[in-house]
């Protein structure tokens, strides 16, 4: 089985600034995609950044973009330039990569907080 | 815009009376998701439809029951809530269940047990 592991309940950025998120897992799997999703209050949940475990290269989407470590199963997001409607709760999440592999496994997620 | 609508996004319920929660995408997504999100904690998968089959979680409860009459309409039955059901429960679509298909979420209901 797999776990996802998000450390910081909570955090907070100064408008403007740059914010890392951490993530962690465990898995024994070979081949797997990483998420970063996020949840605005009372809104939907929409995918930040996905990464193929595969890949070496880190994702990079805008202002976000991840530091993937595989062999230290860590897998933290990067925020640049804060801005105040990145106020979300952020959620890692794991996924096998392959037949049948439909579960996304999540962390407990991360609250952030965009201070003006 | 092309998305994944949950209706009602606030729903109240008695202890012990059947709810529907409905889900409707026009994405013409192959795969449907139902997740229960409790306060502070993750999404956790229930079950989900790949086209007309079906996919019950191994821990979900007896109680949640789920129907997908066409490919853009999925609903979730609560037979009897109890006090302990009341939670977000996001419905979420993807075009395949692999990974490289990422999966995209409604805004949620909120359901609340009286």
């Known amino acids: 089985a797999q776990t996802v592991t998000q450390s910081q309940p909570e955090m907070s950025v100064q408008e403007a600034e740059t914010v890392t998120l951490s993530c962690t897992y465990d898995t024994s799997e070979s081949n797997y995609y990483l998420f970063w999703y996020k949840q605005p209050p009372s809104r939907q949940m929409i995918l930040v950044i996905r990464q193929e475990a595969y890949k070496q290269q880190n994702a990079t989407e805008n202002r976000f973009s991840v530091n993937f470590q595989k062999a230290a199963k860590s897998f933290s997001l990067k925020i640049s330039d804060s801005q105040l409607g990145d106020t979300a709760m952020y959620f890692c999440?794991?996924?096998?990569?392959?037949?049948?592999?439909?579960?996304?496994?999540f962390g407990k997620g991360t609250k952030l907080s965009v201070i003006p | 815009d092309a998305m994944v609508i949950q209706n009602p996004r606030y729903q109240v319920t008695q202890f012990g009376k059947p709810v529907t929660l409905s889900c409707s995408q026009t994405l013409n997504h192959n795969v449907m998701y139902w997740y229960q999100q409790k306060s502070s904690q993750a999404p956790k998968l229930l079950f989900h439809?790949?086209?007309?089959?079906?996919?019950n979680e191994a821990d979900t409860p007896d109680n949640f029951q789920s129907r997908r009459p066409n490919t853009s309409f999925c609903f979730l039955d609560i037979r009897s809530p109890g006090l302990g059901d009341a939670a977000m429960y996001l419905c979420a679509t993807s075009l395949s269940p692999w990974g490289n298909q990422p999966q995209h979420f409604g805004d949620g209901t909120r359901l609340s047990i009286l």
């Open positions: 999440a794991f996924m096998r990569a392959g037949a049948g592999s439909y579960q996304l496994t």
């Open positions: 439809y790949y086209d007309k089959d079906f996919n």
